[in-house]
């Protein structure tokens, strides 16, 4: 991998981690595209730390407020998850957080090695696995669409209880499958949920840090057990600039943009490129 090629792939990762287009599905696609060998699941992991900066960069102060609830939460978790008042929305928070990662991190752990030799084989690609990113893509981009249509956007972060915690977590762990999108599928399902189009991407970004945090510190040490030397890690780190760069730049902008305008523009995206993806596999 040559520096130039982690500098785009660390700016398609930056971006595509929290707008709702699937960063996983982008890191296989766009190596494909341009005749790039696939970079790998250790190097897509290792540029989670980019992505994990921006979240720290942009989300400092939530962040340090929910670790000073934290014994507070630990203390009355069962209290915290059922009160009304407004200095419990914190520690509820940290709470719900942590239950609503525990289904992607146990999926994870369960269906790495076949997520891996499914959409991360050895040299070149298969045509098959961009078809399955495809129709991830096209899946997605159609429920997310009903779920706008259907949802009511009134709720905001302070009214979130477990279920909610649940179901959106649920949606993070399918979006192990490339395709899918963590971002998309939590943001679809804050939408099912009644909660309004910042808010389910902000608890989106929260929930995620986690398991980014998870895949990024896994990433990094997969990379320093490879024995890489001093020239292979400098282009790891340079792709890991250029996606928190992006990643700090896609969310300040989706956040804003979410609070005037609706998912549509992804829809759209996502559509369009599964179709483009199908065209290219079929004429090629």
């Given amino acids: 991998m040559t520096v130039w090629q982690a500098i785009v792939l660390g700016i398609v990762q930056g971006l595509t981690e929290f707008l709702p287009v699937s960063s996983s599905a982008h890191?296989?696609?766009v190596p494909w595209l341009l005749g790039w060998e696939s970079p790998g699941l250790a190097f897509d992991a290792a540029l989670h730390l980019g992505t994990l900066t921006a979240v720290l960069a942009y989300f400092w102060r939530d962040l340090l407020a929910m670790a000073r609830a934290l014994p507070r939460a630990l203390r009355r978790p069962m209290a915290m998850l059922q009160s009304a008042e407004p200095e419990d929305v914190v520690p509820r928070l940290v709470l719900l957080i942590g239950l609503g990662t525990v289904p992607a991190l146990v999926i994870g752990l369960l269906g790495q090695d076949w997520i891996e030799?499914?959409?991360h084989p050895e040299g070149a690609t298969p045509d098959r696995v961009i078809i399955f990113v495809a129709v991830a893509l096209i899946g997605?981009?159609?429920i997310l669409l009903w779920a706008e249509r259907a949802a009511r956007h009134v709720r905001?972060?302070?009214?979130?209880?477990?279920?909610?915690?649940?179901?959106?977590?649920f949606a993070q762990a399918?979006?192990?499958?490339?395709?899918?999108s963590r971002s998309g599928a939590t943001i679809t399902a804050g939408l099912w949920r009644g909660l309004a189009r910042a808010d389910a991407a902000r608890f989106s970004f929260l929930l995620g840090?986690?398991?980014?945090?998870?895949?990024?510190?896994?990433?990094l040490y997969?990379?320093?057990?490879?024995?890489?030397?001093?020239?292979?890690?400098?282009?790891?780190?340079?792709?890991?600039?250029?996606s928190a760069l992006a990643g700090f730049a896609a969310i300040w902008s989706l956040l804003r943009y979410l609070q005037r305008a609706s998912t549509i523009v992804f829809i759209v995206y996502r559509i369009g490129l599964g179709i483009v993806l199908f065209a290219l596999v079929v004429l090629r």
Avoid: C, E, H, W
């Avoid at 840090?209 to 990433?219: D, E, L, M, N, S």
């Fill in 117 to 119: 030799a499914v959409y």
């Fill in 140 to 142: 997605l981009a159609l």
């Fill in 27 to 29: 890191l296989i696609v």
């Fill in 174 to 180: 399918a979006a192990l499958i490339p395709g899918v």
């Fill in 209 to 219: 840090t986690p398991i980014v945090a998870a895949a990024g510190a896994k990433g």
């Fill in 222 to 242: 997969d990379t320093l057990n490879a024995g890489l030397d001093a020239n292979q890690l400098g282009i790891f780190a340079v792709g890991l600039v250029a």
């Fill in 156 to 169: 905001g972060l302070a009214s979130l209880r477990l279920p909610d915690a649940v179901a959106i977590g």
